[in-house]
């Protein structure tokens, strides 16, 4: 495999793509409006995996960069998975000095809990204490505004 690239910002990202994948592939945002993906990176930290160019893998974390980091939409295209690329973006954002003094960082995963438990997250310490309102096909009754 070439080497994969990693970057940051939403300026580095294709936008086009990630929105395909989501829309189309994922478990978690089928449907999902190209408008909508747009604005969540524009309010996010992005990190893409690159292969010649081509962006392979994508995450996001919904931050305020000083008390909470929210994981999301972290994918590796099929045909890139096995080979690290993940490990490779979720260092890359543990490593950043906003990340480190996060006092919680979180997640929603249905199948990669293995993956995040090299990462140090685990099961929530108190899970009573938690509440949500959980909608989700928000995304598909979304109206540009």
Known sequence: MSEVIIKT???HMDVKEIHRFLSEDSYWAKGIPYE????????SFCIGAFVNGEQVGFGRVITDYYTFGWFADIYVLPEYRGQGISKKMLAHILEQPWSKRL???MLNTKDAHGLYRQFQFTDLANPSYLLEVYNPNAHLQYKEE
Do not use: A, F, P
Request: proline share 0%.
């Open 9 to 11: 910002g939403k300026k």
């Open 36 to 43: 909508l993906v747009d604005h969540s990176l524009t309010h």
């Open 103 to 105: 006092r919680r960082k």
